[in-house]
């Protein structure tokens, strides 16, 4: 069970969406979304989105039937207590191989834009490192630390993607609504990389006072996500041309890079977008990180997460460095993105939730409070 001081409110449940689903694959999203569904990727992906808060919806549903218990502990209840550690150890996996694929990708791209003649091995330990501290601090650090960085991450990224607003060509948008089917046929397997994230309400739901009241901020989450995204397809199709954007490894990071605002004394916007960057990409790996030791902890059964935090640096560490390049780590995240993603955003949740409604497990009486 959760302590009373282990309290997030919908507030920073909402940031814990946002702050989550929107780390380093951001600067590479452009690319798949269009390379998919060409001058229509953005209306592809805002529909996609909508659909999202529906399988979120259905996410808080199961979670509102165990209140103040998370994914570790109410699947044992509702699939036993040996088969629950199997499911939650896979889970923890999935989570950690995540985690490292998102400090992978940062750093590779800091290292091309920021940071060249830094050992890759440097900017992941230390980005790793800076973590633990936070993740230490419990639930309640998370929370914070994710509504205190939103409005320094988006605020000045707003204000940059603003800047090269002279540089877009709105009639590159078109044609529009052309073999609609077969882009959104098409754009499915990217979209749990996308929306990456809705898994982990599984956890954080479960540290709520009234989990119940977790679909509306889940709800303006995910609206704002997906808005994010929108916009970014946007800018890169009418910024390059929907025939163009495919050419780029990072479309959006090429985008800022080709702001030129006259008397500005920054030449490069690029590498202060990374450096704001680097805030949500922390936050990404705090979420995922907090649930790895805390999840593990009650597997095998110890009151406390904090012991396994800084062992958990080794494995996210060794994990991250397995990719030979930058090509690799894309291939190895497709595989998972694809077909392993899927199964923990949408399959596990519906599945438990079906199990939960027939077997009348948990307090269904909750959801109406």
């Known amino acids: 069970m959760i302590k009373n001081n282990d309290i997030i409110s919908p507030y920073q449940i909402s940031m814990i969406v946002i702050m989550t689903m929107i780390g380093a694959s951001a600067f590479h999203f452009v690319h798949d979304a269009v390379a998919r569904s060409g001058n229509d990727g953005w209306i592809v992906v805002g529909i996609y989105g909508l659909l999202n808060i529906v399988a979120a919806w259905l996410l808080i549903s ?28 896979i889970f923890i996996a999935y989570i950690a191989i995540i985690t490292a694929y998102e400090v992978r990708e940062f750093t590779e791209v800091a290292k091309m834009f920021l940071l060249p003649r830094t050992p890759t091995e440097i900017i992941m330990l230390t980005l790793i490192l800076t973590c633990v501290y936070v993740v230490r601090g419990g639930v309640e650090c998370v929370g914070r630390i994710v509504e205190i960085t939103f409005p320094l991450v988006f605020i000045p990224f707003f204000l940059i993607l603003l800047a090269g607003i002279t540089n877009l060509e709105l009639t590159n948008i078109f044609p529009l609504f052309r073999d609609m089917p077969n882009k959104f046929i098409n754009m499915a397997p990217d979209i749990p990389h996308a929306f990456f994230g809705i898994e982990y309400l599984l956890f954080y739901i ?164």
């Open 62 to 89: 199961l979670n509102v039937r165990f209140p103040g218990k998370t994914f570790p502990e109410y699947i044992q209840e509702i699939i036993g207590v040996i088969p629950g550690k199997i499911v939650t150890i």
């Open 206 to 369: 479960g540290f709520m006072g009234k989990p119940q009241k977790a679909y509306k901020p889940v709800t303006l989450g995910l609206l704002f996500v997906t808005g994010f995204y929108v916009l970014i397809t946007f800018i890169g199709i009418t910024a390059f041309g929907a025939d163009a954007v495919p050419k780029y490894i990072w479309p959006l990071l090429s985008y800022i890079r080709d702001i030129n605002i006259p008397g500005l004394f920054l030449e490069r916007l690029d590498g202060v977008a990374l450096a704001i960057w680097v805030i949500t990409v922390f936050t990404t790996i705090i979420t995922g990180y907090f649930i790895i030791s805390y999840s593990f902890s009650k597997v095998i059964g110890t009151k406390e997460h904090k012991q396994y935090v800084l062992p958990m640096v080794t494995v996210i560490f060794y994990l991250a460095l397995q990719p030979d390049g930058l090509a690799q780590l894309y291939d190895w995240g497709n595989i998972m993105f694809k077909y392993v993603s899927g199964v923990f955003m949408y399959l596990l949740p519906i599945l438990l939730l079906i199990i939960t409604v027939i077997g009348k497990r948990g307090g269904s009486r909750n959801e109406k409070a």
